[in-house]
C-alpha cells in the first residue's frame, strides 16, 4: 500500500515536471516569434553588411510648421542615411551600431495619446493607402539617454509596416520615412509621383494668356502649396522646367483683385521650397494708367530675370532683378 502510494507521487510528480517543461517551452517559443526580426537575416558581402532600408521622404507631424532653411537642414541630413534593423540591433550605415527594443505592440498603446493614433491612421491611409492595424511592431532608441547615442541625433522611435520604416524625430516633430531597399520596383517610385513633367526649351520668355491658359491638377499632397489653392480643393499649375530633381512650375494667384498673377515655384521631395512673384499685373483703383506690369524670363543657365515697369504704379520707373536657383532648391537674389 505504502508503495503504491509512493508510486503514484512518483507519476504526480513526473506528470507536474512535464507541464512545466511544456509551459516554459510554449513561452519560450512565444518570446522567439515576438522578436522576429522584420527582414530576413543579415546579408555579408565581403564582411560589410547589405542595409536594408533606404531614407524616401519625410513629413510634419500634425500641424507643425517649419521654415524653408529648417526643411533644406532635414532634406540634407538624412537624405542618404540608411539603416537596418535585426532583432533588437539597428545598424546605421558610416555610423556604427544601436542597441534597440523591439517587438509587436498595440498600436494605441504605442502612440499613447487618441489624437496621435488619429492623425497616423490617417496619414497612412492618406500618403501610402496603408490600414494601421491593432498589432505594431516597433522600435525604440536603448540608449536615448546616453549622450554617446548614435541613433538619438537622428530619431528616438519608430514602427515599421510592409515595405516602409517610419523613424519619428520628436524634437523636429516630423517622422521619416524610409523603404525597403528589397522591395519590387523600389527605384521606380517617384517623390512627387502625381507632378507633371515637362521641360520648356531654355531661354525661355513666353507671356501666359489668360483666356486660353490650360493648368495641370496636382492629385498628391505637396507641402507648402495650402496658401496657392485660391480656393480650389486642388493645385492648379502650367509644369515648367526641371533641374537637378528640382521642378519648377508657375502658379495662378487669381483669386484677389488681380486676375493675372503667377508665382514660380520649385519643389523637390514633395516641398515647396521657394516661391518668386514673376508674371502679372497692378495698378491702384484710382489709377489704371499707371500699371505696374512684371514679366521674367529663364536663360540658358537657369537665371532668372524679372522684369517690373512702372514699379509701385509710378510710370518710368523700372527695375530688374536676376535670381539663381540653388542646389537645395531656394530661389536666392544674385546681387
Known amino acids: ?30 518570446i522567439k516569434n515576438n522578436q522576429k526580426p522584420i527582414l530576413s537575416e543579415t546579408k555579408i558581402v565581403k564582411n560589410k553588411i547589405d542595409y536594408e532600408w533606404k531614407y524616401f521622404n519625410w513629413f510634419p507631424i500634425g500641424g507643425v510648421q517649419l521654415s524653408s532653411e529648417k526643411k533644406v537642414e532635414i ?3 538624412f537624405t542618404e542615411l540608411e539603416l537596418k534593423i535585426l532583432n533588437n540591433k539597428i545598424s546605421i550605415k558610416d555610423k556604427g551600431n544601436e542597441e534597440l527594443y523591439s517587438g509587436f505592440i498595440n498600436s494605441k498603446k504605442f502612440f499613447k495619446r487618441d489624437y496621435l493614433h488619429r492623425f497616423y491612421s490617417n496619414f497612412l491611409k492618406k500618403e501610402f493607402n496603408i490600414i494601421l492595424k491593432d498589432s505594431l511592431f ?11 547615442s548614435i541613433l538619438k541625433e537622428y530619431f528616438k522611435e519608430g514602427f515599421v509596416i510592409n515595405d516602409y520604416l517610419f523613424a519619428i524625430n520628436e524634437l523636429e516633430g516630423i517622422t521619416i520615412v524610409f523603404r525597403n531597399k528589397d522591395s519590387v520596383n523600389f527605384n ?21 494668356n489668360i483666356k486660353t491658359v490650360q493648368y495641370s491638377i496636382m ?21 515648367l522646367l526641371e533641374k537637378g530633381g528640382i521642378d519648377l512650375i508657375l502658379v495662378p494667384m487669381d483669386c ?25 499685373e497692378w495698378y491702384e483703383p484710382e489709377n489704371i494708367d499707371n500699371l505696374e506690369s512684371t514679366s521674367f524670363e529663364i536663360d540658358k543657365d537657369y537665371i532668372i530675370k524679372v522684369k517690373t515697369e512702372n514699379v509701385n504704379g509710378d510710370l518710368g520707373v523700372n527695375q530688374t532683378k536676376r535670381y539663381e536657383i540653388t542646389k537645395e532648391g531656394k530661389i536666392v537674389e544674385i546681387k
Not at 505504502?2 to 507541464?19: A, E, G, P, S
Not at 517617384?190 to 501666359?208: T, V
Not at 505637396?222 to 499649375?237: A, F, H, P, T
Request: with cysteine; aromatic share 10%; net charge positive.
Open 219 to 239: 492629385e498628391c499632397s505637396i507641402d507648402g502649396v495650402s496658401d496657392l489653392l485660391c480656393g480650389e480643393e486642388k493645385l492648379r499649375y502650367i509644369p
Open 188 to 208: 521606380s517610385q517617384k517623390r512627387i509621383p502625381c507632378l507633371q513633367k515637362k521641360s520648356k526649351r531654355l531661354p525661355y520668355s513666353q507671356k501666359i
Open 1 to 30: 500500500m505504502i508503495q503504491h502510494i509512493k508510486n503514484k507521487r512518483y507519476l504526480f510528480l513526473q506528470l507536474f515536471i512535464c507541464v512545466l517543461i511544456s509551459c516554459k517551452d510554449n513561452n519560450n517559443l512565444k
Open 138 to 148: 516597433h522600435f525604440s532608441n536603448k540608449n536615448h539617454h546616453d549622450k554617446k
Open 75 to 77: 532634406e540634407n541630413k
Open 256 to 280: 484677389g483683385d488681380f486676375p493675372y498673377r503667377y508665382y514660380l515655384l520649385t519643389i523637390k521631395n514633395n516641398q515647396v521650397i521657394s516661391s518668386l512673384y514673376t508674371e502679372g
